[in-house]
């Protein structure tokens, strides 16, 4: 179930919340559901600020009722900080052909799996799709992508393994230029952020390529390390939107903390291994999985 683990610990402490506390039990409940949100992938600081929230909350009412609105109330405020201004098939629409979309991500992320999502969520809506297959170090993720754009039926760029990757998008580009294609998406090779010389070369891709949107694609099972990860690709790469993968399998709090930190648009979520399993990023439909009745 998504987000099960949080809802879980979430409904554990409201369970313990009644009128009659006193302060030094009601304190324990609240460093317990501190721990309890930290544990299920919710960053220190951004735990430590709800609990703070909820503490005033209570003091004041001495009702659960009341401090579960405000806890409704203040996930509100950290999520609509993720939420997209405008969906992605608005801003294709709007902006000029064909679209660009590079994607970003550290190793493992589950990056070329989504890429092949969102190809299906836009060749759905109609849209005319390119792939590029610019992770070109090895000859397993040129393969993996080529077999995702034969069973979508969608158009594949590809070079020789070792090519140079900005020259695979370029040739992209160009070829949906010539073909009036609506859409390119530019996988690339996973990179640690800390590796100076890949970090250089997605530079060079983004330089060539332009994209309209820089996607940064998190694995949710990674935790806080997400967090850490589209910080750094943020501030060498910049980051207009984020996708999170293996949201259902995930603990689910990285959500919570990355709204918060990066205040970057969340675009979707993937929430399984079909091509249909993309959800597009919905603060309200995360809290009532959260809360709950």
Known sequence: MLLGELKSRVGDFFSRLRGELGERELENILWDFQISLMEADVALEIA???????????????????????????????????????????????????????????????????????????SREGLDVVIAAGDTFRAGAIEQIEEHARRLGVKLVKHDVGADSAAVAYDAIKHAEARGKDIVLIDTAGRMQTNRNLMDELRKIARVSKPDMKVFVGDALSGNDVVDQATTFDREIGVDSIILAKMDAAKGGCAISLAYVLEKPILFLGTGQKYEDLMEFDPQLLIDLIIGD
């Open 48 to 122: 430590e600020d709800i609990v703070d929230d909820l503490r005033e909350s209570f003091m004041k009412n001495k009702s659960r009722d009341v401090v579960k609105e405000r806890f409704k109330e203040k996930l509100e405020e950290i999520l609509n900080k993720a939420k997209p201004e405008r969906g992605l098939l608005e801003l294709i629409s709007e902006g000029d052909k064909p679209y660009v979309i590079l994607f970003l991500g550290v190793n493992g992320t589950g990056k070329t799996t989504t890429i092949a999502k969102v190809a299906h969520y836009l």
